[in-house]
Structures are given as C-alpha cells and as structure tokens.
C-alpha cells in the first residue's frame, strides 16, 4: 500500500489549505487514517485522526480549525485547515493503517511522503 499526499503550499495567516491523501495498491482495505505534522527542530506530532467508521480526534491546537474527513470508496483522507496560524508551519504527513489481502493477511502501516504547509505574511 502506497499513500500519496497532496496539497500543501503557503498560505497567509487567517487562510486556509486543504490537503489529500490518497491509499492505492491492489486488495487491501484502509483502517484508520491520522495526518501528523513535524516543525523544524521539533518532534512529529499527530495532528487529526479517523476511524474507517469515521470517529475523529484533534490535537487541542488544532480543534475548531481543522477537519479531518474520509471516502471509504476512494481510500482517501482530507484535512481542512481553516484559521492557519504561524505556528501551523510544517511538513504534514498522512498515514494509515492497512490490511492487504494475500496468500495470508497482512497488517502494515504505511506513510506519504510529506507535504509542506507554510503560513506566513
């Protein structure tokens, strides 16, 4: 299983951004999705999950701003970033839970490769 993400760029503080990840492989089904993010100097940090039944979580920075939402058909997860602060300045990357479907079945986890945000006047 392969995640692409996309979407990323800079906006100004008070805009907003929406970024997309897309699942794709052959006979697998997507668990729960999270995107997380990384600030230079500092630790990666979960930003936003969501189950395959679509329960949420937000980090408190972030609640009230962002939206994390899926397509369970299209194996893909978004983040609506709204009210963008400096501080929201990072690599954001998406990841998820997967089961693949072969001879056995097997668990894995799998990340995208990163996609900068950038908020600044």
């Known amino acids: 299983v392969q995640l692409q993400a996309s979407g990323g760029g800079l906006v100004q503080p008070g805009g907003s951004l929406r970024l997309s990840c897309a699942a794709s492989g052959t006979g697998f089904s997507i668990g729960t999705m999270n995107w997380h993010r990384q600030a230079p100097g500092k630790q990666r940090e979960l930003v936003a999950g969501?189950?395959?039944?679509?329960?949420?979580n937000y980090a408190d920075s972030v609640k009230g701003r962002f939206r994390i939402s899926r397509d369970n058909a299209k194996n893909t997860v978004t983040l609506q970033m709204t009210s963008l602060k400096p501080e929201d300045t990072a690599v954001y990357y998406c990841?998820?839970?997967?089961?693949?479907?072969?001879?056995?079945?097997?668990?894995?986890?799998?990340w995208g490769q990163g996609t900068q945000v950038t908020v600044s006047s």
């Open positions: 990841e998820a839970d997967y089961m693949e479907y072969r001879e056995t079945i097997v668990a894995g986890r799998a």
């Open positions: 969501i189950t395959r039944g679509s329960s949420t």
